[in-house]
Each structure stands twice: as C-alpha cells, then as structure tokens.
C-alpha cells in the first residue's frame, strides 16, 4: 500500500496534484484510519487505462503502455551537455531542440505552458531528474509525439524538495493523456533506481545514454524492477576515464585560468618580423660544397 507522498514519488508527480486527482476521484484509491491509501497493483491498472479525449480517434493514437520508447528517443533528442544555467534556460534549450527537429510547431506557446506548470510546482524529484511537461495538451501545436532529454554537468537549482541540483531533465511533448500518463509512469518507475541516473549522469555520448534509458524502460515493461537502497551517494555518478579528464581540465582552468597572451607592440611585431625574415633568409642560402 502506498501513501500519498509514496504515490506521488511513484508517478513523479506533486502531492498537491495528486490530492486534487484523488478528490476527484480520478485515481483509485481507500481509506484506512482517515488516510488515502493506494494499491499498486490498481494504480498500474489505472495508468494503463487513461484515454484520449473525445476529440481524438482511440484507435489511431498508440497505446502508452505499449509504444517503444526508441520511437520517441532518437540520438537527436538527448543533450549530453546543457548550456543553460538556470530553469528558464533549460527549458528554452530542451524545447528549441524539439522544435529545429520539427516535433514542436509552436515553441513560444509550448514553452510558456512549461513555465507556467512549474510555477505551481517543481517537477524536480529527489535525486537529481525532472519530468518538464505541460498542463494543457494543445494539440495542433504539438507536431508529433515527443520527448527530448538533457543532461548538465553542474546540475541547476530546480526546487526540488531535497533542495539539491538537478542534472537530467525530461522534457515531454507527448500531445495525448493516452501516451502521456504511462510513460510519464514508465520513465518514474525506470529511474527510481539510484544507480540508473548515477550511471546517466556519467555516460559520455548521446548513443550511451539511449541505449540504457532503452534497457532500463525494457526491463519496466516486462515487470523486472530490481531492489534497492538509494542514499545520498549512490546518485553521485562514477565517470569513466574520459570524463574523468575533462572534468579536472575544468576545475583546473576555474583554479588557474590560462592567461590570455598580451598584444604585441609595433616594435615587438617589427622585431619579430625581422627575425623570421633572418631565418628565411638562413635557409635560402645555398650550402657550401664539402672539402
């Protein structure tokens, strides 16, 4: 049995947004001693039986449950290194992506809807990933389903409730409740695993990153989701040799940046000028015949 905030951890969701749901009565749910109690087994059931509107064929949008992820995570839509520095940028950066990729049809809209949603309430988890999505599914403003990934080094403040940075940030475009909720649902549960976004946080190239998000959602759907103890260190991630170097390339230039060299004088460009033309001129002369 989950509680509210288990449930809402579960879904990747705010508890405020769950509430409201569960008052609705749109999630199942039970009472025990006055307090909202929820099987998982039923929760699973629901994610799986969220619909369309009445707007939208059922047949014609595919199942949540059942799309591959591959179909919405080409190599283009992962950024293993965010430029941006601050909420705002990051969600400008990860829509501009979709957007020159010809996914997203109105970026200005689609990126308001963004701020706006978390404006009401971060969707930065505990453990360094956030699941960026809209409140309103415009649909005619939404090319085709989408999700782009990103990832920054540093981490950037996103108010998540542990108070530390996030470093990986889901931006979801997936145009119906159908396909939104369970992979919203199937990205949670794959990265409820402290070692997954250790090991995302890690990897080098846009195929690396794929290729386990593929893995780690395949294993969700076919039910395998491994036992584990997330503490503050098992999120830190483990940097291959090559990471490893760049990552004291850079601290070392934050410590000792190089200096820029100063600009030469008119004497000293003449000087050298002059000096080069004696070298040349050394090696233009013919050399003497040997005795």
């Known amino acids: 049995m989950l509680t509210i905030h288990e449930l809402a951890v579960y879904l990747h969701l705010d508890e405020a947004t769950v509430n409201k749901l569960v008052a609705a009565g749109k999630i199942p749910a039970m009472q025990l001693e006055r307090q909202w109690r929820f099987k998982k087994a039923a929760i699973d059931q629901w994610i799986e039986e969220q619909l369309v509107g009445d707007d939208e064929s059922f047949v014609d949008v595919p199942d949540g449950m059942k799309l591959p992820l591959e179909d919405l995570l080409p190599d283009q839509a992962i950024i293993t290194n965010l430029r941006a520095t601050t909420p705002i940028a990051v969600i400008e950066e990860l829509a501009a992506r979709a957007y020159t990729n010809g996914w997203l049809a109105d970026k200005p809209w689609f990126v308001g809807a963004v701020v706006e949603r978390e404006s009401l309430s971060s969707t930065a988890m505990e453990g360094g990933v956030a699941f960026l999505h809209t409140r309103a599914k415009d649909k005619g403003k939404i090319a085709r ?40 649902g199937r990205l949670a549960r794959a990265l409820r695993n402290p070692a997954t976004i250790a090991k995302l946080r890690s990897l080098s190239s846009p195929d690396q990153v794929r290729a386990l998000l593929l893995k780690e959602d395949a294993n969700v759907r076919a039910g395998i989701v491994p036992e584990f103890q997330a503490t503050a260190e098992s999120f830190k991630p ?11 390339r850079r601290l070392q230039l934050q410590k000792n940046p190089e200096p820029e060299p100063a600009p030469k004088t008119k004497a000293a460009k003449a000087k050298a000028a002059k000096a080069a033309a004696k070298v040349a001129a050394k090696a233009a002369k013919p050399a003497k015949p040997a005795k």
Do not use: C, Q
Request: aromatic share 14%; glycine share 10%; proline share 8%.
């Open 145 to 184: 389903p989408f999700m782009v990934v990103g990832r920054s080094w540093s981490g950037i403040p996103f108010g998540a409730a542990d108070g530390n940075p996030t470093y990986l940030f889901f931006l979801l475009g997936l145009k119906y409740d159908r396909l939104h909720l369970p992979i919203l």
């Open 238 to 248: 483990k940097l291959d040799r090559t990471l490893r170097l760049r990552a004291i």
